[in-house]
């Protein structure tokens, strides 16, 4: 059975920092493209930042803030988040995908980011 479980989430002030956690089970996971997204109230998922093997990628607005990393061996995907803003509150959502067209993907249930004073 596939699952992604993701940890980490709550509420930090602005200009704090948070931890992610996604653990991964059921599917060969060193194979797949692993994701963040985040979603805000009413609007579609939008993706943060993904990592295979060395390729790195963030959405511009996190770029230089959050760090998105992988251990194979743990089976795990991180996303260190640093100099929080409001506008980073949101749900976070762990994604992992198979590299080609159409390929296989799994979600997390998600966990809450709220940043604020």
């Known amino acids: 059975q596939v699952q992604l479980v993701e940890s980490g989430g709550g509420l930090v002030q602005p200009g704090g920092s948070l931890g992610l956690s996604c653990a991964a089970s059921g599917f060969n996971f060193y194979n797949y493209v692993m994701s963040w997204y985040r979603q805000y109230p009413g609007k579609e998922r939008e993706p943060v930042a993904y990592v295979f093997g060395r390729l790195l990628n963030y959405t511009d607005s996190v770029k230089g803030r959050f760090t998105i990393s992988r251990d194979n061996a743990k089976r795990t995907v991180y996303l260190q988040m640093n100099n929080l803003k409001p506008e980073d509150t949101a749900v976070y959502y762990c994604?992992?995908?198979?590299?080609?067209?159409?390929?296989?993907?799994?979600w997390g249930q998600g966990t809450q980011v709220t940043v604020s004073s």
């Open positions: 994604h992992a995908q198979y590299p080609v067209e159409n390929g296989r993907e799994y």
